[in-house]
């Protein structure tokens, strides 16, 4: 029996991209407008030709289309299903897809449902402590879910947003800007379309401020502590406000997000966007990229970038018709923390937890400044080619601690032709492949000596008179 596929957030997302109408996309589809807003709303299914006049019009790559946001659901789900208070008897994977498959729009419900409990679970431990630690309340501030949410947004936009990035590609065609060494014809554009002049100034206070745009002298200032790429990042995340300000209103508002904090944050993540797509032009990006075998330092030298924004942009090529290699791309902190994310690829990051310890990502903070490249394999047996790096963002002054973060990036083993770091690994080796995982709640492997936790679903035995390498023994 052929599946039936309700994919109606995806061609309703699509429609709204390209700004079509129900009426005008229907016409070209050649049904009615009640029906498609009975495919839009998941009350029919979409039929093969549908489906494959919308990859005509859109230029969609039909299995990820139609699969994607499933996996991604599917992930998210039993990751949320191995914490309490959903967790006590474990869901099976086969239950977890049939959900997703029967009602995605209901799937991410029971998603914002878990992080508001996680939320509420998190501001009373923070209660406790402010009661048992402080002499006064300060207001509870909570986990940052609504960084949460717009993560949730990009990711499931597969990091590409449309109208940003082509204005982008469109600006630096328009303009002749000098791709690699834009800051002056970045400065020139302010002053000729907005009437905005910039200033590099010293930050004399200890409150030290990167951008600060004023509006009654019509006036930004940079920071002198920026580096070059930084600084010409900076030039671009105002261009976006000033040009495209009713284009991000627009994302914004159809994302329908829970809170106010969540559609601020997601217009600041939209300008970061098109400030990247501005500096790394889609076209010319991807045929450098693809060239050099995705080599980042070369890409960096060729773009005028930094190693953080060339890795970021990568994991944006995903334009209908013109996708490039997919990647993931994360930034964790030395705690471990998760401060950006995304995935193009199967591999799923950890929302409510750690993330695995034998993920080389974590590696990157003992040798810092080195790039080291992993052969990984998930327990659902795909091979990934894993690139991790340190990042510094320097403080800019002796009592000014730096941040440090580790950049990580990778595809598929499948890709490993088109990846320069591929170099000397043994692809088709099941030994040489280090055994991942996502989290250790989520993660299958009863063999794993890094263990932290057992995971969902699986009973513990212990044995008094044994003691075994391996932390946790399973029924």
């Not at 990009?154 to 469109?170: K, M």
């Not at 809170?259 to 990247?276: M, P």
């Not at 991807?286 to 980042?296: C, E």
Request: glycine share 6%; charged share 25%.
């Amino acid at each position: 029996m052929q599946k039936k596929l309700f994919l109606g957030h995806k061609v309703r997302r699509l429609r709204e991209q390209r700004h079509h109408s129900q009426a005008a996309l229907a016409k070209v589809l050649e049904i009615s407008p009640s029906y498609l807003n009975q495919i839009e709303s998941n009350q029919r299914p979409l039929t093969l030709p549908i489906l494959l006049r919308l990859a005509s019009i859109f230029e969609i790559d039909l299995p990820a289309f139609a699969e994607e946001d499933e996996a991604r659901l599917v992930a998210d789900l039993r990751e949320a299903c191995a914490s309490a208070p959903l967790g006590e008897n474990g869901l099976s994977l086969v239950d977890l897809k049939n959900v997703v498959a029967a009602s995605p729009e209901f799937a991410r419900r029971i998603l914002v449902l878990h992080q508001a409990y996680q939320r509420l679970h998190e501001q009373v431990q923070s209660l406790a402590d402010t009661l048992a630690n402080r002499d006064h309340i300060d207001a509870l501030a909570g986990p940052q879910f609504p960084y949460e949410e717009v993560r949730d947004y990009f990711h499931y936009c597969n990091n590409y947003v449309g109208p940003l990035d082509e204005a982008a590609e469109r600006l630096v065609e328009q303009q002749g800007l000098h791709v690699g060494d834009m800051q002056a014809d970045l400065i020139r554009h302010l002053k000729a379309r907005h009437d905005v002049s910039v200033q590099v100034v010293p930050n004399e206070d200890d409150e030290a401020v990167m951008r600060r745009f004023e509006t009654s002298s019509r006036t930004l200032f940079l920071s002198a502590l920026l580096d070059g790429p930084s600084r010409i990042f900076q030039l671009g995340y105002q261009i976006a406000l000033l040009d495209h300000e009713e284009t991000i209103s627009r994302l914004v508002s159809g994302a329908n997000f829970a809170s106010e904090d969540a559609k601020s944050i997601c217009r600041v993540g939209l300008a970061n966007y098109f400030a990247g797509a501005l500096l790394m032009p889609y076209r010319a990006f991807a045929a450098q990229a693809r060239a050099v075998r995705h080599d980042i330092e070369v890409l960096q030298s060729r773009f005028g970038v930094s190693f953080e924004q060339v890795c970021h942009r990568l994991s944006t090529l995903q334009r209908p018709g013109q996708r490039g290699v997919p990647f993931y791309f994360v930034r964790v902190d030395r705690a471990g923390n998760i401060t950006k994310r995304h995935s193009a690829t199967r591999f799923q990051f950890a929302r409510f937890g750690g993330t695995c310890p034998l993920w080389n990502v974590h590696e990157a903070f003992a040798q810092p400044g080195k790039i080291l490249v992993q052969l990984a394999r998930m327990p659902d047996n795909v091979a990934y080619i894993c690139v991790a790096r340190t990042a510094t963002k320097r403080g800019g002054a002796f009592l000014r601690r730096n941040r440090e973060f580790a950049v990580g990036l990778g595809c598929e083993a499948a890709y490993a032709a088109e990846l320069v770091y591929a170099a000397g690994l043994d692809i088709n080796s099941e030994e040489a492949a280090v055994p991942i995982g996502v989290n250790c709640r989520i993660c299958e492997r009863a063999d794993c000596q890094q263990r932290a936790f057992p995971p969902i679903g699986r009973r513990i035995t212990v044995d008094e008179a044994q003691r075994s390498f391996v932390p946790y023994l399973f029924t």
